[in-house]
């Protein structure tokens, strides 16, 4: 349990880490916080893995400004995000980076990549848990999202974690869900 703790610790303060460092673009203003996005989440859905573990998930994230130094990789904005299972399954903290592009009338996509410490199983015999073999797993996202107003927008938001096969097991899990977001 130290271990999951430490890696949780670990992530949080690397992306708080990169959300701080440098400079941030002009047109920040004072805030380091662009957006906030919220939203639910069919859990577990079987898309890349199969289904195994029930109940829907409260999903929260914050979307920071940009640093600088990220210019260099088409200035991805730093997350912190949490997703909560309603039915006690599988819920995880996570971080990483969101790149995010606009296409025509009002319609925009996100690319996310990152990492997840989930309170999940690594090694079950329950078939109706996941054995996702590490506490910390990769996660990579995607979003189609339509800008309501300018500080609106709702998304469809798609996201996958596993630990890539370098634990066994790695069953990895998939979600699917629909969020509002709010800029700053």
């Known amino acids: 349990m130290t271990t999951r703790?430490?890696?949780?610790?670990?992530?949080?303060?690397?992306?708080?880490?990169?959300?701080?460092?440098?400079?941030?673009?002009?047109?920040?203003?004072?805030?380091?916080?662009?957006?906030?996005?919220g939203g639910v989440y069919a859990h577990d859905i079987s898309f890349w893995s199969f289904h195994r573990e029930n109940g829907a998930d409260i999903n929260g994230e914050v979307l920071f400004v940009s640093p600088s130094f990220l210019e260099a990789v088409w200035s991805p904005r730093p997350h912190l995000g949490a997703t909560v299972n309603t039915s006690g399954n599988t819920s995880f903290l996570y971080s990483g980076l969101t790149w995010e592009y606009d296409l025509p009338a009002d319609f925009f996509v996100d690319a996310n990549l990152g990492l997840a410490a989930h309170n999940g199983k690594l090694d079950t015999d329950n078939h109706k848990r996941k054995s996702l073999g590490s506490p910390v797993l990769f996660r990579l996202g995607a979003a189609l999202g339509y800008n309501i107003t300018e500080k609106v927008n709702i998304s469809i938001q798609f996201e996958h974690m596993s630990n890539a096969y370098i634990v066994s097991p790695n069953e990895g899990m998939d979600n699917v869900g629909l969020r509002l977001g709010y800029r700053f």
Request: charged share 15%; with cysteine.
């Open 5 to 37: 703790r430490n890696m949780v610790t670990m992530t949080l303060l690397l992306t708080l880490a990169l959300c701080l460092a440098g400079p941030h673009p002009a047109d920040a203003g004072d805030t380091i916080v662009s957006e906030v996005r």
